[in-house]
């Protein structure tokens, strides 16, 4: 054989090689379309089941659903979604919320007495719509029962706006 047709054969080789690793890389952009438009209509899922997570970018919801079975990992995110909490106080295992914590340090203990509120196996978007249910709920209590106390004060002494109102001046 010629060397001319030998280098022929040669080129012909590294051109199909090329044209085989092109091909390649077309189909692996594809499927990377794919999932990454599977990872978006996930991330809207997710959204729209607890819309609190549109506050989150796309790369902060992708670490929120990371750690969603360890609700601790997601303790520092929940300022975006709720501005009065810093943090949270979790039984020592991380299954069970005792209390919120504000930015202040004070403590907004849930669920009944010492109860605190169940976040184990579930996702984060169901616990966290629980998390804002019992937080309000627990503030009602609070401000109900500060009504009733401060409503037997008034029976007895002064009116309740010269106590509660700052005077206007």
């Known amino acids: ?16 090689e090329k044209v085989f690793k092109l091909q390649d890389l077309r189909k692996t952009i594809e499927e990377f379309l794919k999932i990454e ?22 790369d ?12 601790g990992k997601i303790s520092p995110y929940l300022k975006k979604c709720f501005e009065a909490i810093d943090n949270l106080r979790f039984e020592a295992d991380y299954t069970i919320i005792m209390a919120i914590v504000s930015p202040q340090k004070e403590e907004l203990t849930l669920g009944l007495g010492d109860a605190g509120l169940s976040v184990g196996g579930q996702p984060v978007e169901n616990w966290l719509k629980s998390l804002e249910v ?22 007895n002494n002064e009116k309740r706006s010269e106590y509660i109102l700052y005077p206007i001046s």
């Open 1 to 16: 054989m010629s060397r001319s047709f030998m280098d022929h054969n040669k080129a012909i080789d590294i051109a199909e």
């Open 37 to 58: 438009k599977s990872l978006n209509d996930f991330i809207k899922e997710k959204r729209l089941k607890f819309p609190r997570f549109y506050f989150f970018s796309d």
């Open 60 to 71: 902060e919801m992708i670490e929120v659903l990371m750690f969603a079975s360890q609700p």
């Open 134 to 155: 019992e937080m309000k709920d627990q503030i009602k209590k609070r401000i109900k029962k500060f009504y009733l106390a401060t409503s037997k004060y008034e029976e």
